[in-house]
């Protein structure tokens, strides 16, 4: 009930509601890509130098309709769209799970032991959080290799320490708390005391959390595939059509590049708006 209320809450927001509507219509198309494709080969790659860099509501010699044109090697732009969200959809849901399986535990353990064990993982979350986001990527990404899956990995893993520096907080704002000091008084053990009753009620302020490090993930993401070191052709990403396309800016065909740049935006904007609205409606400030 107390979800359902929340989603009713979030709803009624204005930003919510639009952030929510957006990145639905995102999903969406994601999932039916093939169904809005004039290519339906996989990642719509099928090339035609003849047809290449056409504008937009552009009909093929083959009578095929391109609503959003053909890019610089002749490929469907609206299939090379619309499946570039899935790359960029999969590396905020799977690079934030990651952060979230890292830095919860780190952070827990540290905000409730403290002394020692809060000493030697807060020198941990400070040494990577002294190292920028986007050099700690590209070195793992030349660690791991390009691709796919290893975006997902570097990514996840310079984005733990805002989740741990957020629960250490959290837990060690609520450890005083009457309810902690009367389940130790029953015997709880530090385990249930600490996963059972301190970290739900850090729940609100990490749904916030991630919200926004959605937004991150695929900026990160884009980034890399924009430096050649995301996923790789034939894959679309975002990044790397804008990377392809961004000397067309000068020339009749600019759309080639912003397209993508627009689509990046507007689903960047909706993770942020979303997690504008949820800090509103669970009110996180008043947590103590």
């Given at each position: 009930?107390?979800?359902?209320?929340?989603?009713?809450?979030?709803?009624?927001?204005?930003?919510?509601?639009?952030?929510?509507?957006?990145?639905f219509?995102?999903?969406?198309?994601?999932?039916?890509?093939?169904?809005?494709?004039?290519?339906?080969?996989?990642?719509?790659?099928?090339?035609?130098?003849?047809?290449?860099?056409?504008?937009?509501q552009?009909?093929?010699?083959?009578?095929?309709?391109?609503?959003?044109?053909?890019?610089?090697?002749?490929?469907?732009?609206?299939?090379?769209?619309?499946?570039?969200?899935?790359?960029?959809?999969?590396?905020?849901?799977?690079?934030?799970?990651?952060?979230?399986?890292?830095?919860?535990?780190?952070?827990?353990?540290?905000?409730?032991y403290?002394?020692p064990?809060?000493?030697?993982?807060?020198?941990?979350?400070?040494?990577?959080?002294?190292?920028?986001?986007?050099?700690?990527?590209?070195?793992?990404?030349?660690?791991?290799g390009?691709?796919?899956?290893?975006?997902?990995?570097?990514?996840?893993?310079?984005?733990?320490?805002?989740?741990a520096?957020?629960?250490?907080?959290?837990?060690?704002?609520?450890?005083?708390?009457?309810?902690?000091?009367?389940?130790?008084?029953?015997?709880?053990?530090?385990?249930?005391?600490?996963w059972?009753?301190?970290?739900?009620?850090?729940?609100?302020?990490?749904?916030?959390?991630?919200?926004?490090?959605?937004a991150?993930?695929?900026?990160?993401?884009?980034?890399?595939?924009?430096?050649?070191?995301?996923?790789?052709?034939?894959?679309?990403?975002?990044?790397?059509?804008?990377?392809?396309?961004?000397?067309?800016?000068?020339?009749?065909?600019?759309?080639?590049a912003?397209?993508?740049g627009?689509?990046?935006?507007?689903?960047?904007?909706?993770?942020?708006?979303?997690?504008?609205?949820?800090?509103?409606?669970?009110?996180?400030?008043?947590?103590?």
């Amino acid at each position: 009930m107390k979800a359902m209320a929340t989603l009713a809450a979030l709803w009624r927001n204005p930003l919510g509601r639009t952030g929510a509507i957006v990145l639905f219509l995102w999903l969406f198309l994601a999932v039916f890509a093939y169904a809005f494709s004039a290519d339906s080969s996989p990642w719509a790659n099928s090339m035609n130098l003849a047809e290449s860099a056409k504008p937009m509501q552009h009909r093929g010699a083959d009578g095929v309709m391109h609503w959003l044109g053909t890019d610089r090697y002749g490929r469907d732009m609206t299939g090379r769209l619309l499946l570039g969200s899935r790359v960029s959809l999969s590396v905020g849901f799977i690079a934030v799970g990651i952060a979230m399986l890292v830095g919860i535990p780190i952070g827990a353990w540290a905000g409730f032991y403290g002394g020692p064990v809060d000493s030697a993982l807060s020198v941990l979350i400070q040494v990577f959080w002294s190292i920028p986001s986007l050099l700690m990527v590209m070195a793992l990404s030349f660690v791991l290799g390009k691709g796919f899956w290893q975006v997902f990995v570097a990514v996840g893993l310079t984005s733990w320490v805002e989740v741990a520096r957020l629960v250490r907080g959290q837990v060690k704002a609520w450890k005083p708390s009457e309810f902690v000091q009367a389940a130790q008084v029953l015997g709880y053990s530090n385990q249930r005391i600490l996963w059972k009753h301190i970290m739900p009620q850090t729940l609100a302020p990490l749904i916030v959390l991630a919200a926004s490090q959605f937004a991150s993930a695929i900026l990160l993401e884009s980034g890399l595939s924009f430096l050649g070191l995301g996923a790789q052709p034939p894959m679309p990403s975002w990044g790397g059509m804008i990377r392809d396309h961004y000397p067309y800016l000068l020339t009749g065909q600019a759309h080639l590049a912003l397209i993508p740049g627009l689509a990046l935006a507007s689903l960047v904007l909706a993770f942020q708006v979303l997690g504008t609205a949820l800090r509103d409606v669970l009110d996180v400030r008043a947590v103590k």
